[in-house]
């Protein structure tokens, strides 16, 4: 543990310890060549030289995929530092809390909340998921996942995430290939003898971590029931989002299916011309806008067609992602984002 006042690396000067762990301890740090404020993580050296070697190891190649990344939900990694026995991982300053700290101090957030941070968060996921190389990130739960003061959210700890290689089914490139997460909120392939990852295991933690915000109840220690058992209160159709995630079979993760209301029959309309297939379902007060391609295709398009002008909140659920639009106009007539969901895959 450092002082206060202490200058690491000749450069970051320690101003306070924000955060302790089992082996690393957090402190806010000034820049004095950038003049910059920076969060470093001292991470205290094990007595075992293996596992000295294995923590370094994970951490530079943490650090080596972080620093390729490019996403605003994802802090940087700016450099790392070996002295006094110890390694200084300097990254970004995230100031707010973690999710898992909100909903200690406030028990079950709200569905409005929980909505829009995980459409926060599938953007990143889609963001991880649609590179050259997937990268895997295996550990989504609450306390990797910080809540700024603004309402944004940021995706913390890529220590076990995995690049991959061409496709799901090869050898990863970078990150330990162990099967890693966190009992709970990982899928059940990552605790298999043989099991594989892809972007499916991210959606069930996704799912189990949604589960989670909204009900207080703890995955691992109660299991993952339909969130309506325990508050009626929240709506059927996040319901069934969240009960696709966390499918056991990853297949049935990556579709979903619309439900009208009941004694609703969907009246189907023409589809706009896209490059990627995008179908929406009419009901009286409700429209959904699902889409194969991107987010900002269907945003575009939704832009271009609404007649109406009237006031549309959509849920556009991708296969490894979610965006939300809002359209305004002088009729505010909404829905909500979670009434019905459709995924084209």
């Known amino acids: ?141 609450p306390s990797n996942v910080m809540l700024t003061p603004e309402g944004a959210i940021k995706l913390i700890d890529f220590g076990i995430a995995l690049e991959t290689g061409k496709d799901a089914d090869s050898k990863p490139l970078v990150g330990d290939d162990r099967q890693l997460g966190t009992p709970g909120f990982g899928a059940p392939e990552q605790f298999a003898e043989n099991g594989t990852v892809d972007a499916r295991t991210d959606i069930y933690a996704l799912g189990a971590t949604l589960f989670y915000l909204l009900t207080g109840s703890h995955p691992r220690k109660n299991g993952i029931v339909p969130i309506r058992q325990i508050n009626p209160e929240l709506s059927q159709g996040l319901e069934l989002v969240i009960a696709k995630a966390t499918s056991k079979n990853p297949d049935d993760r990556s579709r979903l299916t619309a439900v009208p209301p009941q004694g609703k029959s969907p009246q189907r309309v023409k589809q706009p011309k896209s490059r990627h297939p995008i179908r929406c379902l009419n009901h009286p007060g409700r429209r959904l806008v699902s889409a194969a391609g991107s987010g900002l295709q269907a945003e575009k398009w939704l832009r271009r067609t609404r007649s109406r002008k009237v006031a549309i909140k959509v849920l556009i659920s991708l296969p490894h992602a979610a965006h939300r639009f809002t359209l305004q106009g002088p009729e505010r007539w909404s829905m909500s984002v979670t009434s019905f969901v459709d995924t084209v895959t």
């Open 1 to 141: 543990m450092v002082g206060l006042n202490t200058l690491v690396g000749k450069r970051y000067k320690i101003l306070a310890q924000i955060g302790k762990g089992g082996m690393s301890t957090v402190y806010l740090a000034m820049d004095s060549s950038l003049n910059k404020q920076w969060a470093i993580k001292e991470i205290r050296s094990a007595s075992d030289p293996v596992q000295r070697d294995l923590v370094i190891k994970s951490l530079t190649v943490e650090a080596n995929m972080i620093k390729r990344f490019d996403h605003p939900a994802i802090p940087r990694i700016v450099d790392l530092i070996e002295e006094k026995g110890s390694l200084f991982v300097v990254m970004d300053y995230v100031e707010g809390q973690t999710l898992a700290s909100l909903l200690k101090k406030e028990g079950p957030q709200s569905e409005e909340d929980v909505v829009d941070w995980g459409i926060q968060l599938c953007d990143v996921l889609d963001y991880l998921h649609r590179r050259k190389h997937p990268v895997i990130f295996r550990d989504m739960k």
